[in-house]
């Protein structure tokens, strides 16, 4: 079946680099992609979403990359600090249909 | 209110007992969602309910598991005859169906321990 991924389960950096957290989705009729930051105990929290009719949107500190023609999906993170530090998850959907994530990425911030 | 709250936030019951775990939506939000999350891994999608619509249910993994809604408002998530591979924690979320975007939130979820 198709499912979205993650290329890396763990990536650790320096406070006040910048972060890249990748995802890999297969199903190519997804439109809609958010990222999503999980702290320990908490449920997951909406960071910034992208339509598959754009392959960039940028937030506060954060950007979201789309490649359709790969199927990939990228958050940057900005002068990273240690309150970046948690799971993040990419997630697709299609249409009004269930939303499905990805295994999560651990973000860990060196001070 | 004014985020998703689910109860109980931890519940421990012993092995064949039923549990019940419950989500309260954002008042007015449409859709909501059930998700299971095993340590240290992914959210598996449960069940998905929208509006009057009949429940797309393709997520849950037997028949011990059922969730309903009621009103279009609380839901409820039944265990039956509990195993310790159900403990997990269970997240739920909300959405409006006119924005189906970011008005996805999700409660802090409710860690199940079957021993």
């Known amino acids: 079946g198709e499912s979205v991924g993650l290329h890396l389960p763990t990536l650790s950096v320096q406070e006040g680099d910048n972060s890249i957290i990748n995802c890999a989705y297969s199903n190519s009729a997804s439109d809609y992609f958010i990222w999503y930051k999980q702290e320990s105990g908490k449920g997951p929290q909406f960071i910034i979403d992208?339509?598959?009719?754009?392959d960039k949107r940028q937030g506060q500190r954060v950007t979201v990359l789309l490649n359709k023609t790969v199927k990939h999906l990228s958050l940057q993170i900005a002068a990273t600090q240690p309150g970046d530090s948690a799971v993040y998850f990419c997630?697709?959907?299609?249409?009004?249909?269930?939303?499905?994530f990805g295994a999560g990425t651990r973000l860990t911030v060196k001070p | 209110g004014a985020g998703v709250s689910q109860s109980p936030s931890n519940k421990v019951t012993e092995k064949g007992k039923d549990v019940e775990l419950r989500c309260d939506p954002i008042s007015g939000h449409t859709a909501l969602y059930w998700y299971r999350q095993s340590l240290g891994q992914g959210l598996e999608f449960l069940i998905y309910?929208?509006?009057?619509?009949?429940?797309?249910k393709s997520g849950l993994p037997s028949d011990r598991f059922s969730a309903e809604r009621t009103g279009g408002s609380v839901s409820t998530l039944t265990i039956q005859r509990t195993q310790q591979e159900d403990s997990a924690v269970y997240l739920c979320?909300?959405?409006?169906?006119?924005?189906?975007?970011?008005?996805?939130?999700f409660g802090s979820g409710t860690r199940l321990t079957v021993v």
């Open positions: 997630a697709e959907k299609l249409g009004n249909n269930d939303m499905r």
């Open positions: 992208i339509r598959s009719n754009m």
């Open positions: 309910f929208q509006g009057n619509s009949a429940p797309d």
């Open positions: 979320a909300s959405s409006s169906y006119d924005r189906g975007n970011n008005g996805y939130t």
